[in-house]
């Protein structure tokens, strides 16, 4: 492809939240507003943020600890936040009324995903060693997708926590997750049949973030992990596409274009990337941010924008062309 | 109908009146005669009108028109009719009927060229006779005139712009055109105004195959084929879109996808040729599809938990390579079935040599005559026959022809006719390197790599270059890396013979293995390729296997070793007996390292005999025998691999011999080694590595014995990590050497790490361990001191050095202090000086989770530091829940389950906490049971007092004296090393009402407090603060007084200590009307306010009142004052507003009163906040009446 992506800031919010913004997403437009942007932080505060201009639309505080997690539901109307103590808010994103709030029996909460329907939510379950699956209608537990433990001479050695869940992903036909460990493995599952599939290896660090290519058929999954390299999956065939280098320190997030084309990065090293698959290299580092960069988010539905959050307390958004 | 007809019949009898009385009308005859015109019977009446008309209006278009219809259908005289319409035209060129009729005419008779002159002479004269434009574009596309056509489209569209046929038209001429995003829309435009637009359809697809945008094209294929379901066309493109990205997949990497694809496009390919299986093309696609599929489809490892045994891996190997075959095969029969159609197609010839090519790489049967052409060659002579000119063939002649002159030659008339061929040049230069013609080599591949620099192979040259020395290994290492990366995306020729892929891919895993990047992902994933496309090469899976182990994979690395075995014995030609050896001392590595030491031990015996066992293979040998416990046969081993020490080179012998070494101090113990050590020639410790080894054993020696060793080889220590890390060792050391049974040397530790950290202030495993060794020593105010040492830095918290890292140390510091120093101080008066923050500790910790989320130590250093802020915020209720969520959430780690003393004592203190928690919120039998679960841990003693003690508490809240009392004697049994405990006892105990023989405590605090120097007095002010409230509690003020006094005297900072001290003396004052009490109380009240960093309240109230009482009114008044701005706003009592009445009335007679702040308001107005604050107390109402 002659064309090629490039990043442009747009704007930038400094000191967005009290403390580190920890987490990031979009939520989709609805009839009646814009996308927003949705940031969480250590600050304990969950805030909406009005694109372009970045205004902040609300504050929504009631987590103890630190905010890891939001997640937006597709229809744009409800989101999820999580904090450090493994409690899921869920919340209406116009009102901000509280419509459940999700105590799973001790497992924690790291990253989570609506599926493309938004019959479900998934919850990458930490130390569960598993995908928690909440049905969005009842808010019940529905299912539990355990990570198979490798059957090594000395089954209980630790192994479990080496399975420990940090990341969440589903396919776009919605009948895969990806889940990563921080062991470095990815698991694949058949969500109708509540299946585990198989691993895919390649990564020897946690794996941070999922996200799948949002081609129908996407099959190609990215990932990033605190060796400091981004993968490429093809997650059915249980193969490595390709690597990608370049990053100094953990990938901390990853996130692909709504058109597939382009892959942000945010990293410990403090930048974020901006990776072109088809060289295996970054097309553009950006070095606006001055701690490390905890979330990348493209905004869906097109309009090319890209919004990061970083320990230092701001949020910026790029332009993406 | 009738009605209608009735009507008009009406219309043309109202039309005929009209027309008697006016018959010079021209628009009532030609009114008359379209009425006429309906009728169809009287059409000849109607013409005879409309004659009329245009007789009297020579004007009139319409009749014209009419006419012209009139000539054409009813009386058939054509020439008549044109003229009509022309004469229609000329009057007004937007008339679409007239136009359309006479261009029907004229195209009957063939007028081609009259018709274009007239669409083109009415869409001059009017830019609306879209008619015309529309016209003119279809016949400006059916002559292949596309520009002429587009403009003319385009101006129809505006008249038309629901038309599908325009739009498809419009599209047609712009994809001739080369235009093809415009090409793209205008289909898309099409589609969408009519979905069953196959043209469209197909003709978009296409395009999008062109454009390389395969998924798309599959779409509007697939699109095409629900339409019309054998449709050739759509079949073909489907076909060949599933090839191209299959082809983009196997660029990319991704084999089994692109295998899964091929099978698609092979269904479709079959699908088109059963419906028309004489089409050459059709064969040459499935051939295509066949051929990539046999270059594409990987080995697929059986699913997980199947281990391979010889047998099954040949099977499966074997079964690879059968498909891989049979789809080769398979092409080479389509290829010729497509020659047979179209024996003129040159390029057929190369695709059937380049098929046989890869039939016998599979077949591997070298049975044909070296002498005779082999089929490859032939046929591309075949090809070349037809078509000498075409440069390509010449470069797949040289590929696949065995004989390097004619290589040689081939590429070199390749280039002739092209000289810009890069993969010629870079063909020739790998020709040159083989041939040894190093110069000539680079300078082909640099020719190669101007002309186009995303070619692999001279990359690849580049990176064999290597070997001669030119380069460093990083060096060929990155240009082999890009050679690997960079060559699947550059196949644009076929003859890039893919079983050449794992080349590549090997060559670069081996310079990852000399230049230690085997655990980078990009080898992983090259390596995983190789495997997928080189089964049956035994190296593709050593080197996987070595992939793994630096991955420290270890069990997936045995699994590859073993394969790789099993790829030896199955390989057909003779191995090395080297790469036999390497294989299995990596297995017996791998297998050693996951811990199974009987497998690494039988594969090392297996060597042996087939004396194979180097050092590296001694080493292993000795290890796993020392692992199972066989010492004996471990030290032999031992002594074998000593005796080769000698003849090893020297970067080896420094490895043994640390290994020497440290063997030696496992099996039998430092005395032992030390001697053994002292017999080991002395230069063969001029290393550094080996210097930590021998430092940490003479660590262990009280002796000294290897001290002269030590201070020898001290002298090869080089960079400034290896200088800290022994400074980090010698003060460990210190510790060891200079501690007593019970305490370590803390003080000789910290001595020594001061003054190495003088010298590296930026060393953080220094200051960790600085930080670490300040807070373990007990020293009263070193936690504070630790934080600080220790810098807390994201960046460097993800390597963890040393014991304890920095964040651990901080938070560790945070929860040691007794004031967290709350920023709001609304919950309490922290006294301590050091103004620590803990919630920066807090939000640390809370980082550190977020980042290593399983890092139990930071949820367990996260939960106590938490209890510690709800302890001083009274226990909110939110604080509570989020701690006993945090609880059972560390409790369910696995962590917690090892009975390693630090899971146990981590467990106990979560349990205490959990139920502390429990207590403050009143849930007595919830508290009970956790501080139970606490107490069965199996602790020390001294550890094991607090949870009785919580017992004894819990007991005691519920009001059961009788349990409490038991579990206070078990706490005294127990014992405890922590004064803190004991004191808290002394605490209980008075609730009993016996008094047990007190001096117990007394005793205990000897002992415990021996070897802390430091910390003595002020473990005894605390203790008689303890006893002080005790007494005053049992309302004994004297000796609540004696007792309290003394800590006065010993110490000068704790500002409670004064406050108690005060208050008690005050009381005194009061009771026993002691003035001498009284100034006492003075003296520490003064003290207890200038001490503490923070106004408390209350200090300077009582100073107020005991100053008032002996009269010094100024005092008096000045102490209320700043009582008033010792209080939070938000916080200040009923009691504090009556005062300030007080000292409002006393100075409202005075002048310059309003500057103070009592005077902001008048008496009545604090007497009345007062009584609004605090309404019960009658004194307030008393006063009330008094001001009003």
């Not at chain 1, 403390?19 to 507003?33: G, H, L, Q």
């Not at chain 2, 099977?315 to 095969?329: D, E, P």
């Not at chain 2, 398979?330 to 059937?352: K, M, V």
């Not at chain 2, 390989?571 to 990596?586: E, P, Y």
């Amino acid at each position: 492809m002659a064309k090629s992506m490039k990043l442009a800031g747009l704007k930038s919010v400094e000191n967005a939240h009290d403390e580190s913004v920890w987490t990031a997403t979009w939520v989709p437009a609805t009839n009646s507003r814009p996308p927003l942007l949705l940031t969480g932080s250590l600050d304990e505060t969950v805030k909406l943020w009005r694109p372009d201009e970045l205004e902040l639309v609300r504050t929504n505080t009631g987590h103890c600890l630190g905010v890891v997690s939001v997640a937006a539901h597709p229809s744009g109307v409800i989101a999820a936040s999580a904090s450090l103590d493994s409690l899921v808010r869920v919340f209406d994103v116009d009102t901000n009324a509280t419509i459940a709030t999700l105590e799973a029996p001790p497992s924690e909460v790291w990253q989570m995903q609506f599926d493309p329907e938004g019959t479900t939510l998934a919850v990458a379950g930490g130390g569960s060693a598993s995908i928690k699956l909440w049905d969005t209608a009842t808010w019940r537990l529905v299912s539990t997708l355990s990570v198979p433990r490798p059957e090594g001479p000395k089954p209980s050695d630790k192994s479990s926590s080496k399975k420990f869940v940090l990341s969440v992903a589903w396919s776009p036909d919605g009948r895969r997750l990806a889940c990563g460990s921080i062991d470095g493995t990815i698991s694949i599952f058949d969500v109708p049949r509540a299946k585990f599939l198989h691993h895919l290896e390649g990564h020897y660090m946690p794996v941070r973030s999922l996200v799948f290519s949002p081609e129908p058929d996407g099959r190609k999954l990215y990932s990033a992990s605190d060796d400091g390299h981004v993968h490429v999956y093809d997650a059915e065939g249980k193969a490595i596409i390709g690597a990608m280098s370049g990053h100094s320190s953990w990938v901390l997030s990853v996130d692909v274009s709504p058109d597939g084309e382009a892959i942000a990065t945010g990293s410990s090293d403090k930048t974020v990337r901006l990776w072109d698959f088809k060289m295996r290299a970054a097309i553009q580092t950006m070095s606006n941010h001055t701690d490390q960069v905890w979330a990348v988010a493209f905004r869906p539905g097109g309009g090319g924008r890209l919004a990061s959050v970083s320990d230092d307390k701001s949020i910026s958004l790029y332009h993406c062309s | 109908m009738e009605t209608t007809g009735e009507l008009e019949g009406e219309e043309r009898r109202r039309l005929e009146e009209l027309l008697e009385s006016n018959p010079d009308d021209s628009s009532l005859h030609f009114q008359l005669g379209v009425c006429l015109w309906e009728t169809q019977t009287e059409k000849e009446k109607a013409a005879e009108h409309w004659v009329i008309s245009v007789k009297q209006n020579p004007k009139n278009a319409a009749a014209f028109t009419y006419l012209g219809h009139y000539y054409a259908t009813v009386s058939v005289d054509i020439p008549r009719a044109i003229k009509c319409y022309q004469r229609a035209l000329s009057l007004n060129p937007d008339d679409s009927d007239s136009g359309e009729a006479l261009c029907d005419l004229l195209d009957s008779q063939g007028k081609e060229t009259l018709e274009v002159a007239i669409c083109k002479d009415a869409s001059h004269n009017s830019p609306r006779a879209f008619w015309a434009f529309r016209r003119l574009g279809f016949l400006q596309v059916h002559q292949k005139k596309w520009s002429e056509a587009v403009q003319s489209l385009q101006q129809a569209i505006r008249g038309y712009p629901t038309s599908p046929d325009l739009w498809e038209a419009l599209g047609l001429a712009y994809h001739r055109l080369g235009m093809f995003t415009a090409a793209i829309k205008s289909y898309s435009r099409a589609i969408e105004l009519e979905d069953t637009r196959v043209f469209a359809l197909i003709e978009c697809g296409n395009i999008f195959l062109m454009l390389g945008s395969f998924r798309k094209g599959i779409e509007q294929f697939q699109q095409a084929l629900k339409i019309s379901l054998q449709n050739m066309s759509a079949l073909y493109g489907l076909a060949s879109g599933l090839l191209g990205m299959a082809k983009e997949c196997r660029n990319s990497g991704a084999f089994r996808w692109a295998a899964s694809l091929l099978e698609d496009a092979r269904k479709v390919a079959e699908a088109s040729i059963k419906s028309a299986g004489n089409s050459s093309c059709t064969w040459k696609l499935h051939g295509d599809i066949l051929l990539t599929y046999a270059q594409v489809f990987p080995w697929t490892e059986e699913s997980q938990g199947l281990e391979y045994n010889a047998e099954t891996f040949k099977n499966s190997v074997y079964s690879w390579k059968n498909t891989c075959g049979l789809a080769a095969i398979s092409a080479r029969n389509s290829y010729q079935r497509a020659l047979h159609l179209a024996p003129w197609q040159a390029n057929i010839y190369i695709d059937i040599a380049i098929s046989s090519n890869l039939i016998s790489s599979f077949n591997q049967d070298n049975t044909l005559d070296k002498c005779t052409w082999k089929l490859p060659e032939k046929l591309t002579l075949g090809a070349l026959a037809l078509e000498g000119e075409n440069s390509e063939f010449w470069v797949a002649l040289s590929c696949l022809s065995e004989c390097n002159a004619l290589k040689q030659h081939s590429l070199i008339r390749g280039l002739q006719l092209d000289v810009s061929l890069a993969y010629a040049w870079a063909y020739l230069g790998k020709l040159y390197r083989e041939e040894n013609e190093k110069k000539l080599a680079r300078q082909a591949f640099d020719c190669a790599r101007g002309i186009d620099p995303s070619l692999a192979l001279p990359w690849a040259g580049m990176s064999a270059d290597a070997h001669t020395g030119d380069s460093t290994p990083d060096d060929a290492f990155e240009s082999c890396l890009r050679a690997v990366e960079i060559f699947p995306v550059s196949v644009d020729i076929t003859f890039y013979a893919l079983p050449k892929l794992a080349e590549f891919q090997i060559g670069l895993a081996k310079l990852a293995l000399l230049s230690g990047n085997l655990s980078s992902s990009q080898v992983f994933g090259a390596i995983q390729q190789a495997v997928q496309r080189a089964p049956h090469y035994h190296e593709s899976h050593n080197l996987y296997g070595l992939v793994h182990e630096a991955r420290m994979q270890f069990q997936a690395a045995i699994a590859s070793y073993r394969l790789a075995r099993y790829a030896i014995n199955i390989s057909l030609g003779t191995v090395l007996k080297s790469h036999l050896k390497d294989i299995s001392t990596n297995l017996a590595r791998s297998l050693s390292k996951a811990g199974n030491a009987i497998g690494a031990v039988q594969e090392c015996e297996d060597l042996k005999k087939e004396g194979m066992l180097d050092a590296e293979g001694l080493q292993i040998y000795a290890f796993s025998l020392w692992q199972l416990g066989e010492n004996d046969l471990a030290l032999s081993v031992t002594r074998a691999l000593a005796a080769s020490v000698s003849t090893m080179d020297r970067i080896s012998a420094a490895v043994s011999v640390s290994f020497i070494c440290r063997l030696l101090y496992y099996i039998s113990g430092p005395d032992l080694a030390i001697g053994s050590i002292l017999k080991i020639p002395k230069e063969l410790f001029h290393s550094s590595k080996i210097s930590f080894i021998v430092s940490a054993i003479n660590a262990l020696d009280q002796n000294n014995r290897l001290e002269s060793i030590i201070s020898s080889s001290r002298y090869f220590l080089a960079s400034q990590e290896e200088i800290t890390g022994m400074h980090y060792l010698i003060a460990l050391s210190k510790l060891i050497k200079h501690g007593t049974k019970h305490h370590l040397g803390f003080q000789n530790g910290v001595n020594h790490l001061r003054k190495a950290l003088h010298m590296y202030p930026n060393s953080i495993l220094i200051r960790n361990l600085l930080g670490y060794i300040l807070l373990c020593s007990e020293v009263w105010g070193n936690s504070h001191v630790s934080s600080r040492c220790s810098i807390v830095d994201d960046s460097d918290s993800k390597n963890k050095e040393g014991l304890k890292s920095a964040w651990e140390i901080s938070s560790a510091g945070a929860v040691a202090c007794h004031a967290i120093g709350n920023s709001e101080p609304r919950f309490s008066f922290p006294t301590c000086s050091c103004q620590c923050t803990s919630s920066g500790a807090m939000q640390e910790l809370q980082k550190c989770l977020r980042r290593e989320p399983w890092n139990h130590n930071a949820r367990y250093l996260l939960i106590l530091n938490l209890l510690q802020k709800a302890r001083e915020e009274r226990f909110p209720v939110n604080i509570c829940i989020v701690l006993e969520r945090l609880i059972s959430v560390a409790l369910s780690n696995e962590f917690y389950s090892g009975k390693e003393a630090i899971c146990q004592y981590q467990k106990f203190q979560i349990y205490l906490c959990a139920s502390e928690i429990l207590l403050q919120r009143g849930n007595i039998m919830g508290c009970i049971d956790q501080a139970k679960n606490a107490s069965v841990l199996s602790l020390p003693d001294s550890f094991q007092f607090f949870g009785h003690l919580l017992l004894c508490r819990a007991y005691a809240a519920e009001g059961n004296l009788k349990f409490s009392k038991e579990e206070y004697e078990r706490c005294l049994e127990l014992k405890t090393d922590f004064l803190v405990g004991w004191l808290c006892l002394k605490l209980m105990e008075s609730q009993y009402e016996e008094q047990p023989a007190s001096n117990i405590f007394e005793l205990a605090f000897k002992e415990g407090s021996e070897g802390r120097n430091n910390s003595w007095n002020m473990w005894m002010a605390v203790y008689s603060l303890g006893m002080g409230l005790i007494c005053l509690w049992n309302q004994d003020f004297l000796s609540a007084e004696e007792f309290l006094e003394q800590p006065c005297s010993l110490t000068s900072a704790e500002s409670c200590i004064f406050l108690c001290h005060g208050v008690t003396s005050m009381e005194i004052a009061r009771r026993y009307h002691d003035s001498q009490f009284l100034s006492s109380a003075i003296r520490s009240l003064s003290k207890a306010h200038i001490t503490s960093s923070v106004p408390i309240p209350i200090v300077s109230a009582l100073l107020a009142q005991a100053e008032g009482s002996i009269g010094s009114r100024k005092k008096w008044e000045r102490n209320l004052r700043l009582e008033w701005f010792s209080w939070p706003p938000e916080m200040r009592p009923a009691e504090l507003f009556f005062q300030m009445h007080l000292l409002a009335r006393q100075i409202a007679s005075e002048s310059d009163s309003s500057s103070r702040v009592e005077g902001c308001q008048s008496p009545l107005q604090w007497v009345l906040r007062a009584i609004h604050t605090n309404p019960s107390d009658l004194r307030y109402w008393k006063v009330l009446p008094k001001l009003l």
